[in-house]
């Protein structure tokens, strides 16, 4: 037994009072050691020692907390969870069962244990900590586990966040991403994803690898794969094929390959330095989507088949979510196809000059009813549409469809204002559309017969038209203004008019060009109109593209629509 020299200050003898409890801790059959108020240990006894692997003088001195208290995964416990640690800083009794403690050889003994204050005659006061191996229940001292073996309940946790992660996002990338983030370095130093296209081609999505607490990209092993072949036993040919989980070495791939997945294969184990690995199918309800790999180099345990439950666990649990990633993905694409089919070709109409643009909401789980259109009437004049449907999913883009030929059947057949159009087709969209509510905006332009452009429109609930002079000067039409479609469909609705002067350019837009959820509305339609004066003099298709870059909000999450009309050479 060791202790360290000091005097006390109410001038007691500490060595001789240490030493008096140390003789009569070497008595008991137990270890002991006693700990000062800030958590060290200034005493232990012969059965401690011999219990921990340690000698008094590995001991003395050191935070116990620090030095000695795991979890039953080997990790450091803690400090503002561990109950030991409080017992002895409380100076409080109190017994435990269920702790470990790491021994001097590294590996961990489970101990009971009971931390009681201890008057000993010396100052600062003491604590007396006994603690004895729990064997009887059947537990040994036993070696901290790898990175890739986890407690149960850090597998119970893994599984949870598995879940949570992969299921709040719809972009397959960003989830196969976040899987990476989930296993590597925690169960792996290596994660490989292969994936499964259309056509059947193998892709490597990823190849990651765990330096320095980040995970890195191998970018120069990603890319095309071989065909899956479909008598090969190699793992994982027999993952893509989804047959079942296996195991795999350097040592699999040393023979003859049997296929040019195999080569690829190969060349991983030699580029990674692996020296173990799991390879798991990733399987959907609809068949195989392709397969995990996690490797081990720098991790010196292999895996086992005590490895597999977890890993396919996590595998169906990411299945899943590519899964629902993909279908929601595949049916935007289906959205968006039918959107772009059904915006109209741009007429010609002489004297104007226009055109159009449509962008997607950036996140792939907006998809709108934003729309646009141009025809011309049968007087000669020229309609103008942009409007919105409420939502963003298939329903919306499907009623975008029916409302805007519904506009054009009743625009062409009847020579009426703006506002009666719009008021039959808000009457039309109770019973005959799958539209709830919707904003348009309706106009017509046509040339009067002393040679100026007229404008007239109707409003209902969508933003304002910006008119562009040629000087830079710009304008909202706030006039001809009324309720949105599918409220109250007997109103009746107004009409506005204006002149358009040479080189003015007529922007209409839909609410995604100025909304932001960090800035108010009015913010939104100022930035645009400064934009737009600022761009007067561009040619048409320039400021177009110019005003898309410049006004849209980078957090915007909606479609855009955007129609613009010059009057005169665009």
């Not at 296993?183 to 999505?205: H, N, Q, S, Y």
């Not at 296929?259 to 184990?269: D, K, T």
């Not at 002489?350 to 792939?364: E, F």
């Not at 002149?499 to 995604?512: N, Q």
Request: aromatic share 4%; net charge negative; charged share 25%.
């Amino acid at each position: 037994m060791a202790d360290p020299d000091g005097a006390d200050p109410d001038g007691a003898d500490p060595d001789g009072a240490r030493e008096a409890v140390t003789r009569a801790l070497d008595t008991l059959g137990t270890g002991a050691y006693l700990a000062d108020e800030q958590g060290l240990i200034v005493a232990v006894n012969t059965r401690g020692e011999q219990l921990l692997d340690r000698c008094a003088a590995d001991l003395v001195g050191r935070d116990a907390h620090d030095l000695l208290h795991r979890t039953s995964s080997g990790e450091p416990v803690s400090r503002d969870r561990c109950r030991m640690r409080e017992s002895v800083l409380g100076g409080r009794t109190r017994q435990g069962e269920d702790e470990w403690l790491e021994r001097g050889d590294g590996t961990l003994l489970p101990v009971g244990s009971l931390a009681t204050s201890c008057d000993i005659g010396v100052r600062p006061p003491t604590t007396l900590v006994l603690f004895h191996c729990a064997e009887r229940s059947g537990r040994r001292a036993q070696r901290p586990p790898a990175g890739g073996r986890l407690s149960e309940v850090e597998r119970l946790t893994l599984l949870a966040e598995t879940t949570t992660l992969l299921t709040s996002t719809l972009d397959i990338h960003e989830a196969l991403r976040r899987l990476i983030s989930l296993v590597v370095p925690r169960i792996a130093d290596w994660a490989v994803i292969d994936l499964i296209g259309e056509r059947d081609e193998v892709w490597r999505f990823a190849v990651a690898h765990a330096e320095d607490g980040t995970v890195v990209f191998r970018e120069d092993l990603e890319g095309p794969m071989p065909p899956v072949p479909q008598e090969s036993p190699m793992p994982l040919s027999r993952a893509l094929r989804g047959v079942a989980s296996s195991f795999a070495g350097p040592e699999t791939y040393q023979g003859p390959p049997d296929s040019g997945i195999a080569v690829e294969q190969r060349r991983l184990f030699e580029a990674t330095g692996m020296h173990s690995a799991i390879l798991v199918p990733l399987r959907s309800l609809h068949g195989v989507m392709g397969a995990l790999t996690l490797g081990r180099a720098d991790q010196p345990d292999r895996f086992t088949a005590a490895d597999t439950a977890l890993l396919e666990d996590i595998a169906r649990r990411a299945s899943l979510a590519l899964e629902n990633a993909r279908l929601y993905q595949r049916q935007r694409q289906v959205a968006e196809t039918m959107q772009r089919h059904l915006l109209p070709k741009l007429p010609r109409s002489p004297g104007r000059s226009m055109t159009a643009r449509y962008l997607p909401a950036p996140d792939a789980s907006h998809v709108g009813g934003d729309w646009y259109d141009a025809f011309i009437l049968a007087d000669g004049a020229t309609a103008l549409a942009v409007g919105d449907v409420v939502g963003h999913d298939l329903e919306a883009a499907a009623g975008m469809a029916q409302l805007r030929n519904m506009l054009r059947a009743y625009a062409v057949s009847q020579q009426k204002p703006p506002s009666k159009i719009v008021e039959w087709l808000d009457q039309a969209t109770l019973g005959i559309t799958e539209v709830s509510m919707a904003t348009l905006v309706f106009a017509r332009m046509s040339d009067t017969a002393d040679g100026r452009c007229e404008l007239s429109w109707t409003n209902a609930g969508h933003p304002p038209p910006l008119l562009v002079t040629r000087e830079g000067v710009a304008t909202y039409l706030t006039d001809g203004h009324g309720i949105l479609l599918g409220v109250t469909p007997e109103q009746v609705r107004p009409d506005a008019t204006a002149e358009l002067p040479p080189g003015a350019t007529l922007v209409l837009y839909t609410d995604g060009l100025i909304e932001s959820p960090g800035h108010t509305l009015d913010e939104g339609l100022d930035r645009l109109r400064r934009h737009a004066a600022a761009l007067a003099h561009r040619p048409l298709q320039s400021f177009t593209d110019e005003l898309l870059a410049r006004a849209r909000p980078p957090d915007n999450d909606d479609d855009v629509a955007l129609l613009a009309v010059r009057h005169g050479p665009g």
